[in-house]
C-alpha cells in the first residue's frame, strides 16, 4: 500500500508561481512512477506531468511545457511541481499518482495504482 499527500496549492494570480509537492509513504514507494493529475471544473483528469522512479524520464502535457517542472527527491520521498507563469485555465484540482508504468503511458491514465486526495489551485486573472 502506497499512501499519497499533496500540498503546496493555493490562490495565485496569473502569472504567478506555486510549488505542489507530493510525499509519498509505504512500502516500495521508490519503485512507483509518479505523476500530477488535473481535473477542471467540468472536464475530465488530464495527466500534467510525469516522472520515472529513477528520475531518468519525464514527460509532460503540451499545455504545461516550458512552465511547469517536474522533480524528485527519492530521500525525502517527495515528488514537486514548480508552476511558473501560471494561466488561469490552469485552474484545478491536482492529483498526486503512482505506477509501475513508463511516463508517457502513465501521464494517459494507463495503470494508476494509487491516487491522492488532490489539491486545489485558483488563479485569477
Known amino acids: 500500500q502506497l499512501q499519497l499527500v499533496e500540498s503546496g496549492g493555493g490562490l495565485v494570480q496569473a502569472g504567478g508561481s506555486l510549488r505542489l509537492s507530493c510525499s509519498a509513504s509505504?512500502?516500495?514507494?521508490?519503485?512507483?512512477?509518479i505523476g500530477w493529475f488535473r481535473q477542471a471544473p467540468g472536464k475530465e483528469r488530464e495527466g500534467v506531468s510525469c516522472?520515472?522512479?529513477?528520475?531518468?524520464?519525464?514527460y509532460y502535457a503540451d499545455s504545461v511545457k516550458g512552465r511547469f517542472t517536474i522533480s524528485r527527491d527519492n530521500a525525502k520521498s517527495t515528488v514537486y511541481l514548480q508552476m511558473n507563469s501560471l494561466k488561469p485555465e490552469d485552474t484545478a484540482v491536482y492529483y498526486c499518482?503512482?505506477?509501475?508504468?513508463?511516463?508517457?503511458?502513465?501521464?494517459?491514465?494507463?495503470?494508476?495504482?494509487?491516487w491522492g486526495n488532490g489539491t486545489l489551485i485558483t488563479v485569477s486573472s
Open positions: 509505504g512500502l516500495a514507494k521508490d519503485y512507483y512512477a
Open positions: 499518482a503512482a505506477a509501475i508504468e513508463a511516463v508517457r503511458d502513465m501521464c494517459a491514465g494507463i495503470n494508476i495504482k494509487y
Open positions: 516522472i520515472s522512479s529513477s528520475t531518468t524520464f519525464t
